[in-house]
Structure formats: structure tokens, C-alpha cells
């Protein structure tokens, strides 16, 4: 990516807390949970270091990042099965990159895989732990639905938003009951 390329970035309110979303010309390249000020700068320079690229706040009406905040709302209010969005995964690369496309394309809303068959799917079937690495570096969570693996003997894993956020998650989709509380 050149500098004249670029990234965009805004954040959107959730009822899992507030969300930064990037895009580059190519299409969404981050979403990142619980996006207070701080993390937002440590996201951004992050970016500016793997990407070699600056982030500017989006203008108004950003055709990715609209569609993005549309898609989650939707998402969120129970309208949308699936996530129709470019994505840039420019973010990912070998292993991580194979293991969280085959995740976007094969575990629709509702369902979950184990961490194990994930890792058969792509061709490793001894690698689970490495499919946790994977979903641990899901630059796009929620879009790559990473809170759909669950472990092998009925756990529900781990998550980089946070077990309660996985939680929420899969119970939105239906997977796990409402939390009481």
C-alpha cells in the first residue's frame, strides 16, 4: 500500500461497546473492540507501522465505513444473516489468512466450529492451537466471525474482545442462551 492510498477510520456505537472500523481504498481492513481514545491511537499507529500508511478520520458518508456501520446495526438489530462488505486483507498473511477466510466463507450466522476442524478444513489437522493464534489476530471481528469457534469439548474459548463480548455474541446469533444479567 502507498501513502496515497491511505485509510480512513470512524467510531460506531454498539451494544457491545464502541467499535473502530478502518478501510483503504480496497475495502474494510480493521474493526477493533472497546475503541476508547487510547486504544484508537495504539489501533492507528499499529496501522501506520504494518501498513506504512496514515489514518484520517472519515468523511462523511465514506462508502465503506457507511456500509460497514449499516451491515453491524443490522447485524445487531437481528436483520442481517451476513456480511456483505469489501474487505482488505492486507492485515493477514499465510496460515492466519487461510484459516479466517475459510472461517468467513464456510460458518454462517448460527453456527460455530471447533478450533480443531477449522484447522482440519485449511489442510493442518494437528494445528487448533495455531487456529487460536489465528483468531486471536482476526483483524476483523465480527465481519470474520472468530467468536463462532468454540473449543473442542463444549467450551466456548477464547476471545480477543473479551469472553463476555464472545459471549453476547453467540447469543445474539442464538448459539448460547441470553445472559440473565
Avoid at 492486507?90 to 466450529?113: D, I, K, M, N, Q
Wanted: glycine letters at 12%; a negative charge.
Amino acid at each position: 500500500m502507498t501513502e496515497e492510498s491511505g485509510c480512513v477510520w470512524a467510531v460506531e456505537q454498539s451494544p457491545i461497546g464502541p467499535l473502530l472500523l478502518v478501510a483503504t481504498d480496497r475495502g474494510l481492513v480493521q474493526v477493533a473492540f472497546h475503541a476508547d481514545p487510547p486504544l484508537v491511537r495504539r489501533a492507528l499507529a499499529r496501522l501506520a507501522d504494518e501498513l506504512g500508511v496514515r489514518a484520517e478520520p472519515a468523511p462523511a458518508g465514506h462508502p465503506v465505513l457507511t456500509a460497514a456501520a449499516e451491515q453491524l446495526a443490522a447485524y445487531f438489530a437481528g436483520r442481517l444473516r451476513a456480511f456483505e462488505l469489501p474487505l482488505d486483507w492486507s492485515l493477514t498473511s499465510g496460515f492466519t489468512e487461510r484459516v479466517l477466510r475459510e472461517l468467513a466463507g464456510s460458518v454462517p450466522l448460527g453456527g460455530v466450529v471447533t478450533y480443531q476442524e477449522l484447522a482440519r478444513r485449511v489442510g493442518e489437522p494437528g494445528a487448533a492451537q495455531a487456529v487460536g493464534g489465528a483468531m486471536g489476530a482476526n483483524p476483523l471481528p465480527v465481519v470474520v466471525p472468530c467468536h463462532r469457534v468454540v473449543a473442542s469439548g463444549g467450551g466456548i474459548g477464547g476471545f480477543s474482545g473479551g469472553l463476555e463480548t464472545k459471549r453476547e455474541l453467540l447469543a445474539l446469533e442464538g448459539v448460547l442462551p441470553s445472559p440473565l444479567f
